[in-house]
């Protein structure tokens, strides 16, 4: 075979192996941005109120929907009108004087996941987002841990996050709530901890 012909049987093969690199390139680059799905089921919020000043309790709430999109922006709702203390009565003085859910019956996180942090690979990370309740928006940092386990996004909180009702102009429901229950104080600060679980 003339030498031609070999060179351009060489050449071609190697551009057809750099558009299969390339295409593969791509493919890899979009599964990592591809959009995550907040699986609520298996996802939790909690958090820790202290009432009298060293009697604490652990209360939840249950989110409504979440994603991680395909630019990276995370954005979750959490559903006030969930909130389970164990005591019904309890519940229902939370929802009407404490979260006043009939004028804010839900509460959202949100951040930005940098592009440089690789979801795939077990790590710990420091992320900023903001949580907007009760109709005040304030920023926080989040230490977490990520984890693929089965194939599921997992994100835990490392250390709990103190939410003061200060901040939310919410103190005054709990001075109110404080009378009603006949307690000496309930402290304004919770402790908040978190497990997110997403599916692609």
Known sequence: MPTFFKA??????????????????????????????????QSTLSFVSTKNKTFTEEHSLKFQQGQINEKRAFTATIDLNSVDTLIPLRDQRLRDILFETE?????????LIPQDLDLSINQNAELPFVLDLHGTQKYFEAVVVIQMVNKQLVVVNYEP???????????????QLTQIAGLQNINYEVLVDFKLTFEK
Not at 10 to 19: E, F, K, S, Y
Not at 103 to 111: D, G, L, N, Y
Not at 166 to 172: E, L, S, V, Y
């Open 103 to 111: 004028q804010f019956p839900s509460a959202s996180i949100s951040t």
């Open 161 to 175: 996050i103190l939410v003061n009702a200060k901040d939310f102009a919410m103190d005054d429901a709990i001075n």
């Open 8 to 41: 351009s049987g060489i050449i071609v093969a190697m551009l057809l192996l750099l558009t299969a690199c390339q295409k593969q390139t791509i493919k890899t680059e979009r599964g990592q941005n591809q959009a995550w799905q907040l699986n609520t089921e």
